[in-house]
């Protein structure tokens, strides 16, 4: 007759086989989350910095706006669109982009996001 131990014996092997795949993966997502919010964070930066340097007229056409935002977001981040909304008193500026989280070969599928910043027309304080 087999001992206990003799039957239990590689049952920690199989354990951890079975274990690693789902701590991976979870560490996995826990990363993608983080580079989401990093990339988020940026978009919103780069949009209250286009927003601000609009209303402060001290830029203008849709391309240096678009280089204000590309200066606060990781590389990671793809702007897609700048897009200005005059509202009179305010000036809003609205951004589109994809982000992608990318190892090597393995890639996410981009996730579209946007942000808005609102900003008041102020009088010059440019340079």
Do not use: Y
């Not at 087999?2 to 199989?14: D, K, N, P, V, Y």
């Not at 580079?35 to 340097?53: E, I």
């Amino acid at each position: 007759m087999r001992t206990r131990r003799a039957r239990e014996r590689g049952s920690i092997t199989i354990e951890l086989v079975a274990a690693v795949p789902v701590v991976l993966m979870a560490g996995i997502i826990v990363v993608q989350g983080l580079v989401l919010t990093s990339g988020l964070s940026g978009l919103q930066t780069g949009a209250k910095d286009a927003a601000r340097a609009w209303a402060d007229s001290c830029v203008s056409g849709d391309a240096n706006l678009t280089a204000v935002v590309q200066r606060d977001v990781p590389g990671f981040v793809h702007v897609l669109k700048v897009q200005k909304i005059d509202h009179g008193t305010t000036r809003e500026v609205v951004v589109t982009a994809n982000i992608a989280f990318s190892v090597g070969s393995l890639s996410t599928p981009p996730f579209e996001v946007q942000r808005s910043a609102t900003m008041p027309e102020v009088s010059s304080n440019c340079p």
